[in-house]
């Protein structure tokens, strides 16, 4: 008798990833995440050298997250001033922003991160598990929630207005006041569907203060796995003086998106057995 095959669970990701990190009591994921091998995911963040400086410092080292309240796209801070029944809501939170198309969006990240041309911005990978044990590690000690998930970028403009049926009324009528509140913050404009984003937003139960969550670490390097340096550099400063000097504990590379390649020489091959057509 042949045994009956179990159907493939059509959410085998979802589930699989709470149940990863279901031991961290204070992080939530508001949607799946994109994998790549082996079940990783990869997060990366384009941030300035100071910012950089400020993660691996040898005294105090230490992640920000900033409020919402001072993102520039006004479409997304619209949500952030609903009535959800939630009291101050909009001073209670904080997000970091990450990218997970590390190669698929470079050529426009380092433009858009960059746009003064200081050569200042590096690209820097994040081990994903460490940073959650960090986080819930300061969620127990500090009453505070992390919420994770991917930006959806599939919404028009129209919707966002509330002009018409809607994902964002769908989401206020299908989920608890919080977690549409904390879902909402996840929606964007096609416009910017390149970034790739996953916010991590934190919930505080108070409001916090200056607009933003300043979360310490007892060692900054253990959240890194990599950091890369625009391709506008020489790769000798990158490597050598510039950044190895600072950050040796971290491995170094710089982008080769614009490093010359050889010369390209077409030469076409006569085939007397090809037919004409």
Known sequence: MNAKRKKPNGNKK??????????????HFLSDLPRKEKESICLYRYMPLKYLRTLLSKDRP?????????WEDPYEKRFLYGK????????????????????ENEAAAWCMYD???????????FDFDNLLIVLNGYGDRNGVDFYIGMVDYNIEVDELKG?????????????????????????KRKAFKFEGEVR???MASKPLSDEKMIIPLEKGHSLIKQIKAQPFLPNTIVTKEL???????????RSQLY????????????NSSIRRR
């Open 259 to 270: 490093d010359s390649v050889p010369k390209f020489n077409y030469k076409q091959v006569k």
């Open 62 to 70: 230490q992640i920000v997250f900033m409020s919402p309240q001072k």
């Open 163 to 187: 002009k018409k049926d809607s994902k964002v009324k769908k989401i206020v009528k299908e989920c608890s006041a919080e977690r549409a509140a904390l879902k909402l913050m996840l929606l």
């Open 14 to 27: 979802s589930v699989t990833l709470r149940k990863k990190y279901e031991d961290l009591k204070k992080i």
């Open 200 to 202: 991590i937003i934190a």
């Open 243 to 253: 950044l190895k000097k600072e950050f040796s504990s971290v491995k170094i590379v």
């Open 84 to 103: 959800y029944g939630i009291e101050n809501f909009q001073d209670k939170i904080a997000c970091i922003c990450f990218t997970t198309n590390a190669s």
């Open 115 to 125: 746009r003064e041309r200081k050569n200042d911005i590096v690209q820097v990978s």
